[in-house]
């Protein structure tokens, strides 16, 4: 490492990671020195906003921002590094340990072109590195024209996907949903669930809404799909929600293709504040678009061999594919009370041995949350006081207050 303020003979610093304190995380360490070996420097917060206006920051390539739970009091001072890398087109890759979904998701909104979790998965950060260094795609001609007409308008996509049956992604799905619909009595943001699990898709069973036959119609063939075909095939719940439910009967999950995914939800994100999407269990050839698109990627798990093995089999698939794993934010749900210290090595011990950030601990609502779906209303409405209903509240909250400071900065 040299010091971020100096060259050694005319030998510029091509990175440099921005922490409070880089020795509590000592991997990053090892892996930028086997990256870059001494073409590195380290700095402060404070310093690094002073930094990029010296001539020495004209050689940084990219900085990695290296945070903890302790810095979530202090998130204005983050994305104020980030704006400002960005000013210089310096590439920022966002390493983060115990920061919740929440400050993660503002702080990419800010502009961090990577996130990878700390303790960091083995070769994560030099994937994360080759991905900012790909050149940028070339913007499609019908987002050209969009752009062009002033229609630049693009909601949150909040992507949930159960990695074992009975997990409680449709559940989760559903209410956060809800609570995103119902998080500012002011200014109610518009909010969209789509069910992608054609086969046995279940939100319309937990929302107490039929099934349409246009559904099927609408998906057999996008590339009819305009505006007013999918607001047709959407359905109210409460006049504050709108609902794309599974078809009426079992389909294949091959009936879409990744053109008709992307085609739902560009225009879902067109239409819509926040976009929710409760995914299949089973990954298909066009779960890469979602992936793709997803601001925040919610994998739901438990604290079991089951939910162990399959997210190790599915981190082993997308890196082996090079997709972004690192868009996924482990969610735990059932997961142990705060007092059962046995229960949280547990949690801990996992995360470890499977090279995860498990960043959502959901509690056990126990059995009024079964009772919540099988009477077709959300946790809000049916068991408020729910310990699952206030933490996917919380999360919901927090996610709608950074939604609304964007469109302000806007």
């Known amino acids: 490492m040299t010091s971020a303020k100096t060259q ?9 990671t921005i922490s409070r304190d880089v020795q509590n995380f000592d991997l990053l360490i090892e892996d930028m020195e086997t990256i870059l070996g001494e073409r590195w420097g380290d700095l402060g917060f404070a310093e690094a906003l002073a930094f990029f206006s010296q001539p020495e920051a004209e050689s940084l390539e990219f900085v990695a921002l290296a945070i903890d739970g302790e810095d979530e009091d202090n998130l204005s001072l983050m994305g104020e590094i980030i704006s400002q890398a960005k000013e210089k087109k310096i590439k920022i890759v966002l390493i983060a340990e115990d920061v919740t979904p929440a400050s993660l998701h503002q702080l990419l909104r800010k502009g961090a072109d990577e996130f990878v979790p700390y303790p960091l998965p083995e070769g994560e950060l030099q994937e994360a590195i080759e991905r900012m260094n790909k050149p940028e795609p070339v913007a499609t001609t019908a987002v050209a024209a969009q752009v062009a007409q002033g229609d630049s308008k693009e909601g949150a996509l909040f992507v949930v996907h ?31 669930v789509i069910d992608l699990d054609l086969q046995y898709g279940s939100v319309s069973t937990y929302l107490d809404l039929p099934r349409r036959e246009t559904i099927f119609e609408m998906l057999s063939d996008t590339t009819l799909m305009d505006d007013d075909v999918f607001s047709q095939a959407l359905q109210t719940y409460e006049e504050k929600l709108e609902v ?3 078809p009426s009967d ?9 053109d008709d995914i992307e085609r739902v939800i560009e225009i879902a994100r067109r239409k819509f504040d926040y976009v929710v999407v409760d995914m299949p269990t089973t990954l298909v050839h066009w779960s890469e678009t979602v992936l793709q698109a997803a601001h925040v990627y919610f994998a739901m798990i438990e604290l079991d061999m089951r939910s162990a093995q399959n997210a190790l089999r599915l981190k082993r698939a997308l890196q082996a594919e090079e997709l972004p794993f690192n868009k996924l934010r482990f969610a735990l749900n ?11 090595g547990r949690v801990k011990r996992m995360g470890e041995s499977l090279g995860i950030s498990i960043d959502l601990q959901l509690p056990d609502g126990g059995k009024p949350v079964m009772q919540s779906g099988d009477h077709g209303l959300p946790l809000a409405k049916s068991a408020a006081k729910n310990p699952l209903r206030r933490e996917i509240a919380k999360l919901a909250k927090s996610l709608h207050s950074l939604g609304s400071s964007s469109a302000e900065a806007a």
Not at 250 to 258: F, G, Q
């Open 250 to 258: 079992m389909v294949p999950l091959d009936l879409i293709t990744p």
């Open 334 to 344: 059932r997961a142990p009370k705060f007092t059962d210290l046995n229960g949280k």
């Open 244 to 246: 794309l439910t599974a």
């Open 162 to 192: 159960g990695l074992a049956g009975g997990v409680g992604s449709t559940t989760m799905a559903v209410n956060l949903a809800w609570e995103l619909a119902t998080a500012s009595d002011k200014e109610a943001p518009s909010v969209c």
């Open 8 to 16: 050694d003979d005319g030998t510029a610093i091509l990175a440099c």
